[in-house]
Nanobody
Framework: QVDLVESGGGVVQAGDSLRLTCAVS????????VGWIRQAPGAEREFVSG????????KYADSVKGRFTASRDDAKSTVSLQMNNLKLEDSAIYYC??????????????????WGQGTQVTVSS
């Protein structure tokens, strides 16, 4: 069983920053990738970012490259997503997800096994 709890969402203005954090507990295995996936109202889930088990490899959707940065702290069992220069289209529920046993970072929502409950990010003009 893997438990994921996201935090850090909120309401901000365009151009502001937010930092999302995902607390990972349970037994995801010693090797696992963590992804951030978002879902806007009426839209499908969209891969945003992911980081591998060592924190050495990251992937980003083209829409967030240069603005979002993923990191992980295994000592604290947390993964973070620093989001800068937020845009209106970044508004969504952001989910943290884990792919167990992954040596790579899945870049689709379907590539992940376990999901958190999500945290709302709303960007206003």
């Amino acid at each position: 069983q893997v438990d994921l709890v996201e935090s850090g969402g909120g309401v901000v203005q365009a151009g502001d920053s937010l930092r999302l954090t995902c607390a990972v507990s349970g037994r995801p295995s010693s090797v696992y990738a963590v992804g951030w996936i978002r879902q806007a109202p009426g839209a499908e889930r969209e891969f945003v970012s992911g980081i591998d088990w060592r924190g050495a490899s990251t992937k980003y959707a083209d829409s967030v490259k240069g603005r979002f940065t993923a990191s992980r702290d295994d000592a604290k069992s947390t993964v973070s997503l620093q989001m800068n220069n937020l845009k209106l289209e970044d508004s969504a529920i952001y989910y943290c997800a884990v792919k167990r046993g992954a040596l790579f970072v899945p870049d689709t929502a379907a590539g992940y096994d376990y999901w958190g409950q999500g945290t709302q990010v709303t960007v206003s003009s």
